[in-house]
Nanobody, 121 residues
Framework: QVQLVESGGGMVQAGGSLRLSCAASGFLFMRYDMGWFRQAPGKEREFVAAIKWSGASTYYADFVEDRFTITRDNAKKTLSLQMNSLKPEDTAVYYC??????????????WGQGTQVTVSS
């Protein structure tokens, strides 16, 4: 009964910003590392960012280049991804994910349904 529901996607011009949110339920949110992944049409799903259960450590893919910030609110059981300076190549479906054991272990246990992000030039 784990549920991860993303929201906040949409269309934005290059250089603009979007904030994605993920509402979690059905598990002890505060005990799990969480992450964001994305997938463009015809491409493999790729890692974007992750955050430890406590929020003390964060991890980002190289392409983020300091443009994105992952945060979590354990009281509200929500995960967020603030995306600034968006580029057309950021266009993809973005997925919220719960890690099965930890970010370091790498295995994802659950995925959200995804939210579309489209960046126009």
């Amino acid at each position: 009964q784990v549920q991860l529901v993303e929201s906040g996607g949409g269309m934005v011009q290059a250089g603009g910003s979007l904030r994605l949110s993920c509402a979690a339920s059905g598990f002890l949110f505060m005990r799990y590392d969480m992450g964001w992944f994305r997938q463009a049409p015809g491409k493999e799903r790729e890692f974007v960012a992750a955050i430890k259960w406590s929020g003390a450590s964060t991890y980002y893919a190289d392409f983020v280049e300091d443009r994105f910030t992952i945060t979590r609110d354990n009281a509200k059981k929500t995960l967020s991804l603030q995306m600034n300076s968006l580029k057309p190549e950021d266009t993809a479906v973005y997925y919220c994910a719960r890690y099965r054991v930890s970010y370091s272990q790498g295995s994802v246990a659950d995925w959200g349904q995804g939210t579309q992000v489209t960046v126009s030039s």
